[in-house]
């Protein structure tokens, strides 16, 4: 992170943090009714669908040489935005199964 430039790829790194932390609930949600699943396994899928990129990410970015400062980028967005979206997807997951 402490080497990557904070300005490349904005657009791109908004764009999978928007993905993976607010579409990925909606599908997951979508086949939840689809599958007629409730309760607790219910709960468990559409909670786990927006949890925030995984720092294992960056790192095989890194090692492979990759993207690697998109890839820190990314994991650090999504974390940061995690703390709202989580927030959120917890409580309509309370609410909703």
């Given at each position: ?49 927006a ?36 927030t ?9 199964f």
């Amino acid at each position: 992170m402490a080497s990557s430039k904070r300005q490349q790829h904005t657009s791109a790194v908004l764009l999978s943090s928007i993905v993976r932390l607010i579409i990925s609930p909606i599908c997951a949600y979508g086949l939840i009714m689809l599958l007629h699943l409730d309760g607790i396994t219910a709960q468990a899928l559409f909670i786990a669908s927006a949890i925030p990129t995984s720092r294992n990410s960056a790192a095989l970015a890194l090692e492979y040489g990759n993207e690697p400062g998109f890839a820190a980028q990314a994991v650090l967005v999504s974390m940061l935005l995690s703390s709202i979206t989580l927030t959120v997807v917890v409580n309509l997951a309370m609410v909703l199964f």
